[in-house]
């Protein structure tokens, strides 16, 4: 799955080094986020939840990890 390298990733707008083969499930994890309404955008790409551990981050991609506001 992983081969040792780094991969250069932008996570929430800041430069991240991951290694190569982290998957969305792994980055999530990694960034302590346990909200189940937590939404993944890869690339300005909804990624869905189920695809999580299959998906996996490419050098240049752009991850955002949105809190959606819920409430009154």
């Known amino acids: 799955m992983m ?3 780094t991969v250069l990733i932008t996570v929430e707008g800041f430069p991240e080094r991951v290694a190569e ?7 999530v994890e990694r960034h302590g986020e346990g909200d189940h ?8 790409r909804f ?12 050098a240049g991609d ?10 009154g």
């Open 62 to 71: 752009d991850i955002e990890l949105v809190h959606p506001d819920f409430g």
């Open 21 to 27: 083969g982290t998957t969305i499930a792994q980055l």
């Open 47 to 58: 990624v869905y939840p189920q695809d999580y551990g299959a998906t996996r981050v490419e």
């Open 3 to 5: 081969n040792g390298g």
């Open 37 to 44: 309404h937590l939404i993944v955008e890869r690339n300005g």
